[in-house]
C-alpha cells in the first residue's frame, strides 16, 4: 500500500512562487484567489488522498512555508 501524507501550508509566509504546485507530481497543491494580509494568494493543500507524504514541496519552498505529515 501506498504510503499517505498530508501537508499543512502557512497562508501567511507563502509568497505564491508556485514551486511547491510544479515539484508535487501528485497535484496536491493549487493557486488560490484569496490573498494574505502581505498580499500574495497562498496556495491551497486539494487533498485527494493522493498526497504521499514525499515532502518535495517542502524542501522545495524557500519560505518554509510547507510542514509534511505521515500516517
Ligand atoms: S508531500 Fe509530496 S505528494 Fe504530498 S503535497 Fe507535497 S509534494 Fe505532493
Ligand atoms: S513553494 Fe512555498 S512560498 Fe512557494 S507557493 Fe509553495 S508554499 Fe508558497
Request: charged residues 25%; aromatic residues 6%; contains cysteine.
Amino acid at each position: 500500500m501506498a504510503a499517505r501524507g498530508s501537508i499543512k501550508i502557512n497562508r501567511d509566509i507563502c509568497k505564491e512562487c508556485h514551486l511547491c504546485i510544479h515539484i508535487c507530481k501528485q497535484e496536491q497543491i493549487s493557486p488560490s484567489k484569496e490573498y494574505n494580509a502581505k498580499g500574495y494568494r497562498p496556495v491551497i493543500f486539494c487533498d485527494t488522498g493522493k498526497c504521499t507524504g514525499c515532502a518535495l514541496c517542502a524542501i522545495m519552498c524557500p519560505e518554509i512555508a510547507i510542514e509534511v505529515y505521515r500516517e
